[in-house]
């Protein structure tokens, strides 16, 4: 048989429970533009947008980035805030420089954003320097 509570009020008992959101974010990321021409020795900015979100609130300043290219060399990374609405975007400088690669230099463009209870959510998009 199921013990009732003594004073009859069943909510103390789901009062108590906090619930939280066990999924992360979500992310999207997008890249002004996937392929560019080669510059030489120079770097070319390129805008990278997207949005986040998630039902149990988004920590606005948790928005990070890392970039990497196929060569395995680490390039740029930081950090960017999150609008109210989930928007963000930010500028990020590419090298335009690359190795005798028949088919281009591409870059991977991480994003990570974290939510209220600490889940991370992520995302990505490249950019490739044409040949």
Do not use: C
Request: aromatic share 10%.
């Amino acid at each position: 048989m199921f013990p009732y509570p003594a004073n009859g009020d069943f909510r103390l008992a789901f009062e108590s429970e906090e619930v939280t959101d066990p999924t992360p974010p979500a992310v999207t990321a997008a890249a002004e533009a996937a392929t560019v021409p080669p510059l030489g020795d120079r770097r070319l900015p390129v805008i990278v947008w997207g949005l986040v979100r998630d039902e149990s609130g988004v920590n606005l300043t948790s928005g990070a980035y890392a970039v990497t290219d196929e060569y395995g060399q680490v390039e740029p990374q930081g950090s960017f805030s999150i609008k109210q609405d989930g928007r963000y975007s930010f500028v990020v400088w590419l090298e335009t420089r690359r190795a005798d690669d028949r088919d281009g230099r591409r870059f991977l463009i991480t994003v990570t954003a974290e939510e209220e209870d600490g889940h991370v959510g992520i995302a990505s998009t490249t950019v490739t320097i044409r040949r």
